[in-house]
């Protein structure tokens, strides 16, 4: 008769994961109750929180994929388990809100607690590893997306999380919020389409002439290297001479404080990886590739546009990769200058210790700068297959 | 002396080596020969437990390897792969000192040993002891990979592939050094190798393997007359066979007394060699000097003739 | 390094030092942006003072990253770790898409204003790059010299300490020093919570709307990041060196 040792193996990282789901579950407050915005508030644990209903099933589900998570080894049976987690417990966040809540008090707010980010890390961990291990292609893993951007808008939509403290903040300031939300887009991807436009010349032109190259690769790391607030300062000085000298600047909106200084801070260090990445996908384009294009009479524009560029791309695409991610992130920092942005919650919530208020900036940013992570990641992965493909 | 029993090793139902058997006299050089995938490099780290077997034991001077402790038994097993494995962050004089460092020899001695070495090598410590791997030809770092595997004076030395990443010319000058230094230490090798050539030139002995399984475990000569099997028969080369054979008897064994004209051959060239030489200047024979010059005999096509056949 | 490149250095950091720790030599050339007859130079507190707090909080946090994502490093790429190396290198994807204000601006609520919510920023984000270089240090060492290694009889700890870790330092420095940059900006945004540091000087210039604060500010963080950079720089080139990597002069 087979023993059941093999079955029943303990998988480490699957372990790890059961334990922090445990520590989440019976040690940690799940939502935190406040009787209002601005004093420290209370916890209370899962059973506490919900409904004896719905308190039961979320603790069966949970240690249902607790349980998953410490024995089952399939990815796929792993991700299944994450997945199912995540849709219990994201629901049960906003159900606990309304259900902490006493009615009619307008108030009180209730927001997640230790407990609840302790379970969402361990199910996005125990997601994360399963997908890893699945190696999905370019298009599952923009699949992957949707379906999780999908499920996320429709708790929005749906007002299920409407109880909870971060949507009261949203509600106060549902227009400054979308208001904001296309100033973070318009400084972060304005400012990469900038450095696009003068940086794939400039990588260019690099390319073709050595004697450029350190000197432009010098001057960009050295702005890259500076702190992101300090290149700001640096640049309100000369931008606020600028608006108070050039009428026409100041007609244009240029202020010494405000988005200027914070767009072309962004875009100077853009720069850097679009340059960069444009001489080393150019530079890793085969000799004899070339040298053949040239056997065959292609011109040097053509060798260009038919063969270097297309080879180069995936190289100079991760560069934008770099560029985008970076940029998402750094434009929270100009609202410190007045540039506007995701950055106006962070450090207005940081002034009012407010917590709900700084993660309605972060969350979006983060989540911006994940999705496009994940795509960028995507689509250098297919024109990598297709320049394979061409081979 | 190495007694090698029944090892056997398989990865998953893949079975890497079979039931392989043989001894390995002290002194003796020992190449495993054949294809790529036959377990050659698994029988040679199942030596010095690299890997570890699923059955049967390697003994040396009648002592079962798995009674000695893992790495004190590499500690006196030499051990060269090919592509060397120097440690590029440390200095050629360091590198060689890897083993006696571990052993915890004190520095005085461990600085006399590597000077020895590159002395040995035909490094001048001068020159190299300070230099770093990448600051090294490849037939220097093939000489350094060597001379850090013999550092702490092993009895036995395990080489796979160690001429592999030289190109042909380097290639025959470092087999003959390490023929040199070998006849010089009295080291006991067992050398892996695809190359026939180097097989023959380099081998006391020569085991066969093809398909995870030792086919042939004898000497050079026997292998060309007697091929145990069709694939060993086919290994061997069957135009290239009687030069093989050739090259592995002396001028000595086939002299005969008398004289005659030309440039004299000298008494320990090999009868390939001979023969070579009679076809080109076109003679029927050619005189015999000692190392000293001074005329001995004479070699005949005749006498090489009758050395061809049944001379095993 | 050329002499010019030499000068060039030693001229740059004298500036730094001479600014700040006697700033009001400089006073005439910020004059004319400070308007309304405000101060020219920084009056709220010592230049000095500043840097070495922020010099020291990016020091200490790094201190403490380096110890944990080398040591965590270490971990996942042996045996009994390996499990964990997948889900690490995507966590370190992940995690690098957080922008270091956004866990500045959450650690605030968690542990109230100052030094620490900035140095739990710095410590947590430095993590990344040192873990991301060090995983790619350790598992870029070839797999023969690892083999050479074992097969003259190193075990597990001679193999990491003497072979491996010392092939991996130019990688794991190049780690450091990255999160030494990132740790240098983050310390300056750091001011907007309080904690002692160089922002302090741009924050009061935005507050007071005085661009000569601001630009002083700026300039003075500016220098040091690009000096600290190009100092460690140098140092990952020596370590660099003596493997006979190649090494790009100019980067």
């Known amino acids: 008769m087979p023993t059941l040792r093999p079955t029943l193996h303990l998988d480490r990282l699957g372990s790890v994961i059961a334990g922090l789901i445990g520590l989440a579950l019976f040690a940690s407050p799940f939502v935190t109750y406040r009787a209002n915005r601005i004093v420290s508030g209370e916890g209370r644990l899962l059973v506490d929180a919900l409904p004896p209903a719905g308190a039961l099933i979320t603790v069966v589900v949970v240690l249902g994929v607790a349980f998953c998570a410490a024995l089952a080894r399939k990815p796929l049976a792993r991700l299944a388990a994450a997945s199912l987690g995540l849709c219990v417990i994201f629901p049960a966040i906003g159900i606990s809100a309304g259900f902490v809540t006493p009615a009619g008090n307008t108030f009180a707010r209730v927001s997640p607690a230790i407990g609840f980010w302790l379970l969402a890390l361990a199910f996005a961990l125990l997601a994360a590893d399963a997908l890893t291990r699945l190696r999905l292609g370019p298009w599952g893993r923009l699949g992957a997306l949707s379906v999780a951007a999908g499920a996320l808008a429709l708790l929005l939509v749906s007002g299920a999380w409407n109880d909870l403290s971060l949507m009261k903040e949203y509600a106060n300031r549902a227009e400054t919020f979308w208001r904001e939300a296309r100033q973070h887009l318009w400084l972060a991807l304005g400012s990469m389409l900038a450095a696009c436009l003068v940086g794939l010349p400039l990588g260019l032109a690099s390319h073709r002439v050595p004697a450029l190259r350190a000197a432009i690769l010098n001057g960009l790391g050295i702005v890259q290297t500076i702190p992101s607030i300090a290149l700001f300062g640096i640049l309100i000085a000369p931008l606020g001479f600028l608006a108070a000298n050039v009428p026409l600047a100041a007609a244009l909106g240029i202020r010494g404080i405000g988005a200027a200084p914070a767009f072309i801070a962004l875009f100077l260090y853009s720069l850097l990886p679009v340059v960069a990445n444009t001489m080393a996908g150019l530079s890793q384009v085969p000799a004899d590739v070339i040298e053949a294009a040239r056997g065959m009479g292609l011109s040097r524009r053509q060798r260009l546009v038919q063969i270097e560029l297309p080879l180069a791309l995936p190289v100079i695409l991760a560069g934008i990769r770099i560029v985008l991610v970076q940029n998402l992130g750094l434009a929270t920092i100009a609202a410190l200058i007045g540039g506007g942005g995701f950055g106006t919650f962070v450090f207005q919530g940081i002034g009012q210790t407010a917590i709900d208020l700084v993660l309605l900036g972060a969350i979006p940013t983060v989540a911006l700068s994940f999705a496009a992570a994940i795509i960028l990641d995507a689509i250098i992965d297919l024109t990598r297959r297709g320049a394979h493909d061409r081979d | ?312 | 390094m050329s002499a010019r490149a030499v000068i060039l250095r030693v001229a740059a950091l004298l500036l730094l030092v001479v600014f700040v720790t006697a700033p009001q030599l400089f006073a005439f050339a910020f004059a004319p942006l400070a308007a309304n007859n405000a101060p020219a130079i920084y009056n709220q507190g010592s230049l000095l003072a500043l840097t070495l707090s922020h010099l020291r909080i990016v020091f200490l946090a790094t201190c403490a990253s380096t110890a944990l994502a080398v040591a965590l490093g270490i971990f996942v790429t042996r045996p009994k770790g390996r499990e964990f190396l997948p889900l690490s290198r995507s966590l370190v994807n992940i995690g690098q898409t957080f922008p270091p204000i956004a866990v500045l601006a959450i650690a605030v609520p968690l542990v109230g204003f100052g030094e620490k919510p900035t140095f739990i920023a710095l410590f947590l984000y430095g993590l990344l790059p040192i873990f991301e270089n060090t995983l790619a240090g350790l598992t870029e060492v070839s797999p023969q010299t690892l083999e050479a290694a074992r097969g003259m009889g190193m075990n597990a700890r001679q193999r990491l300490w003497q072979v491996e870790l010392p092939l991996a330092l130019p990688v794991i420095l190049a780690g450091i020093r990255l999160s030494v940059i990132i740790s240098l900006g983050t310390a300056t945004i750091g001011s907007t919570v309080a904690a002692k540091g160089l922002g302090e000087v741009i924050i009061a210039g935005l507050q007071s709307n005085n661009i000569a604060f601001i630009l002083q500010g700026g300039l003075v963080v500016a220098l040091l990041a690009v000096l600290i950079h190009d100092g460690l720089g140098l140092t990952e080139r020596m370590a660099a060196r003596k493997l006979g990597r190649f090494v790009d002069e100019t980067a």
């Not at chain 2, 402790?69 to 097993?77: A, F, G, K, S």
């Not at chain 2, 090598?121 to 190299?128: A, C, H, T, V």
């Not at chain 2, 791997?133 to 395990?158: E, F, M, N, T």
């Not at chain 2, 050398?191 to 023959?200: G, P, R, S």
């Open chain 2, 1 to 312: 002396m190495i007694e090698i029993e029944n090892l056997s090793k398989r990865y998953g139902d893949n079975i890497v080596v079979d039931d392989v058997s043989f001894t390995v006299g002290d002194g003796e050089i020992v190449v495993v020969v054949g294809t790529s995938g036959a377990g050659k490099s698994t029988l040679l780290r199942m030596i010095n437990r690299l890997v570890a077997p699923d059955a049967g034991r390697v003994l040396i001077d009648g002592q079962d390897t798995t009674t000695i402790p893992e790495d004190e038994l590499r500690h006196r097993i030499g051990y060269v792969i090919q592509g060397y494995g120097l440690f590029p962050h440390r200095t050629v004089a360091q590198n060689i000192a890897t083993v006696p460092r571990l052993l915890g020899w004190d520095k005085a001695r461990i600085a006399a040993r590597v000077e020895e070495l590159l002395d040995l090598f035909q490094l001048d410590p001068g020159e190299f002891a300070q230099k770093f791997p990448h600051q090294l030809s490849g037939g220097q770092q093939q000489r350094v990979g060597v001379a850090r595997a013999l550092a702490a004076k092993p009895a036995l030395l395990l080489m796979d592939e160690p001429f592999g990443a030289l190109d042909p010319v380097i290639r025959g000058k470092a087999q003959d050094d390490l023929l040199a230094i070998q006849r010089r230490l009295g080291t006991t090798i067992v050398l892996v190798t695809h190359d026939m050539n180097e097989a023959f030139h380099l081998g006391d002995r020569i085991a066969v393997m093809d398909g995870a399984r030792l086919l042939q475990y004898a000497t050079p000569a026997q292998l060309l007359t007697h091929p145990a099997e069709a694939f060993v028969e086919q290994l061997v080369g069957t135009v290239e066979r009687p030069f093989r054979l050739l090259s592995l008897v002396t001028v000595k064994d086939a002299m005969e007394p008398g004289s005659a004209d030309g440039e004299p051959i000298t008494v320990s060239a090999t009868l390939r060699d001979a023969l070579a030489q009679l076809i080109w200047r076109g003679r029927p024979a050619l005189p015999v000097a000692d190392a000293s010059g001074a005329p001995i005999g004479r070699i005949s096509v005749d006498g090489i003739l009758k050395h061809g056949r049944p001379l095993a």
